[in-house]
């Protein structure tokens, strides 16, 4: 757990602001929309991390709700790590970690702002380079091919969370170079403006330490653990077309994948 002092909530908004955006007759459970309320709050940071939260007596009787309703939509905020509890000291913020799902092929802006994260990118560098024999087997690129190189630093909740690494064709890169990168999504560029349909995506996953230049641009101690993702995408053809390297703040962010089983 963080060594950060907790204090109590100093949050100007008062539950009762909170409680008139509930809706009674709406047919999502009231514990439901609880949760969402106070989810809201502490992602735009109206309940900052390690605030302590309300108390459940005084959100039963802002909310108007059993204790087992106010229990249930803080134990699944608890679930997702937005809130942890201290015994005889209530709940209190966490530092949320925000996490992208890979079982759907999403850009990262386009995942993070559907869960209502702000999220923009800097981009650091777009440059034509001589790929390395990696990337032009990735790619399945030609001898003496070019490609685009483009490296952008994602924010998250206005922090740097990533370091994106990219390898385009350069016939594609070019026509990235004219647009809004630090608002937009490649993937949404590639489907929405060019018209290419994406298929797949195949990702490997490991982790390393920060050298210097890599903790300055994420704002992590040198030798911090990152995360690494190496991912190429294709399009509904099969054809490679987007090549990155993607290294994420270890301490606030995470993936998840759901895997069945399947039978023998």
Do not use: C, W
Not at 85 to 96: E, L
Not at 145 to 155: G, I, P
Not at 251 to 264: G, I, W
């Amino acid at each position: 757990m963080s060594t950060t002092p907790l204090r109590a909530v100093v949050s100007d908004l008062p539950l009762s602001a909170l409680a008139r955006e509930i809706q009674p007759q709406s047919p999502v459970p009231l514990y439901a929309q609880i949760k969402d309320i106070l989810r809201s709050r502490v992602l735009d940071g109206t309940y900052k991390p390690h605030e302590q939260m309300p108390s459940e007596s005084e959100m039963i009787a802002a909310f108007n709700v059993s204790r087992i309703t106010v229990r249930q939509a803080l134990n699944d905020l608890q679930n997702e790590g937005l809130l942890f509890r201290i015994h005889g000291k209530g709940t209190f913020v966490s530092k949320p970690k925000a996490f992208q799902d890979l079982g759907r092929l999403q850009g990262f802006g386009e995942a993070m702002r559907q869960m209502g994260y702000e999220t923009f990118a800097r981009v650091v560098s777009l440059r034509t380079v001589t790929p390395s024999l990696q990337v032009q087997e990735r790619l399945h690129l030609p001898k003496r091919a070019r490609v685009t190189e483009l490296q952008r630093l994602r924010f998250l909740n206005r922090e740097p969370i990533s370091l994106d690494v990219t390898y385009l064709p350069v016939a594609i890169g070019a026509r990235l170079a004219k647009e809004d990168l630090a608002t937009r999504d490649v993937f949404v560029i590639l489907e929405n403006d060019y018209g290419m349909s994406l298929g797949h995506a195949d990702l490997q996953i490991g982790s390393t330490l920060a050298d210097e230049p890599l903790a300055a641009q994420l704002q992590v101690e040198e030798g911090s653990p990152v995360l690494v993702i190496e991912r190429t995408t294709h399009t509904s053809d099969g054809t490679p077309i987007d090549y990155e390297h993607m290294y994420y703040r270890g301490d606030a962010f995470q993936y998840k994948v759901r895997v069945d089983r399947v039978p023998l």
